[in-house]
């Protein structure tokens, strides 16, 4: 089967499950639940849940068509635990570079937050397991199959290009949204293809991922994407600085993010690979 018509219908199986993680958003949260969510409330992490398993149970029936075992799908490799652990590390160390550049510029102020320890546990515990399932279904639809598919058809870069760019517009719509956000988001998604290129699967964008997500809201007190979170370490006084700060939409929309992801293409993609001697 030609790469052009395994990826739409590959994009056809994840579509027509979008109607089930909304049947089991509305039935948690009730309709347009995500204008008003708030990541670390528990019935989130069941319309989440949906999501992931959807996603996983497209990708196993996209490799089918194919004739791929799903490991395929850049999701083998024996070292996985050392990529998630990877990916933790660069998504604490990024995000507070994000976080913390409009602070020390003037442009942004934090404050340690009024909410209790109990409540901050409570976001931590929910909010990490909605989180895990949001990064497993969003590098099982961008960064998985259709990442291979294309690369095998147009090359790497074309490949970084189009999953990222469709990455960036999946947050769209999200409360918040700018040009700048989803410009920022897809060149998230192309940095995060070419971690996938580097070490041959989606691990440590998985690790990157749920650290960037969680840490935003609950530790940061910053938007996730544009949704709140339920409490957090520290909080963000507002600011008009919406260029540096990201606005509503939060730090992923901001200049820093602009300017840190633009160099880490650059980074991965050129960055001579290390061979051992023969």
Request: aromatic letters at 16%; proline letters at 4%; hydrophobic letters at 55%.
């Amino acid at each position: 089967m030609r790469p052009g018509w395994a990826i739409l219908i590959f994009a056809l199986i994840v579509g027509a499950g979008s109607g089930f993680e909304r049947a089991l958003g509305t039935l948690t949260l009730g309709p347009s639940f995500w204008f008003r969510v708030r990541f670390g409330d528990p019935s989130l992490t069941v319309a989440l849940f949906g999501r992931a398993a959807w996603a996983v149970a497209a990708t196993w029936l996209a490799c089918r068509m194919v004739h791929w075992p799903m490991g395929d799908a850049y999701l083998r490799d024996q070292r996985w635990w050392m990529r998630v652990l990877q990916g933790v590390g660069l998504g604490v160390l990024m995000l507070a570079f994000v976080s913390l550049v409009p602070v020390a510029s003037g442009h942004q102020q934090l404050r340690a937050s009024k909410d209790g320890p109990f409540e901050i546990a409570a976001t931590f515990f929910w909010g990490g397991l909605a989180c895990a399932w949001i990064a497993v279904s969003e590098e099982l639809w961008t960064r998985g199959f259709v990442l291979r598919q294309l690369s095998r058809a147009r090359g790497r870069w074309r490949a970084a290009a189009g999953t990222g760019l469709a990455f960036g517009l999946m947050h769209w719509g999200n409360p918040g949204a700018t040009w700048l956000a989803v410009f920022n988001v897809a060149l998230v998604g192309v940095w995060l293809a070419f971690t996938v290129f580097r070490t041959g699967s989606m691990w440590m964008a998985v690790g990157f991922h749920f650290t960037w997500d969680l840490l935003q809201f609950a530790f940061w007190g910053e938007p996730l994407s544009g949704a709140a979170g339920r409490a957090s370490v520290f909080t963000r006084l507002p600011s008009a600085d919406t260029l540096w700060t990201g606005g509503d939409f939060g730090p992923e929309a901001g200049l820093p993010n602009t300017a840190m992801m633009a160099a880490l293409i650059l980074l991965f993609a050129f960055w001579p690979v290390r061979r051992e001697a023969d």
